[in-house]
Nanobody, 120 residues
Framework: QVRLVESGGGLVQSGGSLRLSCAASGSIFSINTMGWYRQAPGNQRELVATITSGSATNYADSVKGRFTISRDNAKNTVYLQMNSLKPEDTAVYYC??????????????WGQGTQVTVSS
């Protein structure tokens, strides 16, 4: 079983910065893609950014140029540096990983979510 623990959320003023972290622990053999998603009240969960095991990144258009995703494979940890935050970035941010074990199909795991609130 894999456990994801997120940290770094909070309240920040518009234009400010936050850094989210997500550490994976438990029965980990290999992790393919790591990523961040977010869900604002009344909205569906949406992709924010992903990073592959080869460090290829993908960003939602709304965060390009402001957010940077990175990972530390030795620590099974993914980060999201968020700069120039806007009130519309307010949401619960969820960490996600896609991993695998030899001889088994890949699996998905989600964190519990961390609240990010940006005041205007």
């Amino acid at each position: 079983q894999v456990r994801l623990v997120e940290s770094g959320g909070g309240l920040v003023q518009s234009g400010g910065s936050l850094r989210l972290s997500c550490a994976a622990s438990g029965s980990i053999f290999s992790i393919n893609t790591m990523g961040w998603y977010r869900q604002a009240p009344g909205n569906q969960r949406e992709l924010v950014a992903t990073i592959t095991s080869g460090s290829a990144t993908n960003y939602a258009d709304s965060v390009k140029g402001r957010f940077t995703i990175s990972r530390d494979n030795a620590k099974n940890t993914v980060y999201l540096q968020m700069n120039s935050l806007k009130p519309e970035d307010t949401a619960v941010y969820y960490c996600h990983i896609n991993g695998w074990y030899p001889g088994n199909p890949s699996y998905d795991s989600w964190g519990q979510g961390t609240q990010v609130t940006v005041s205007s």
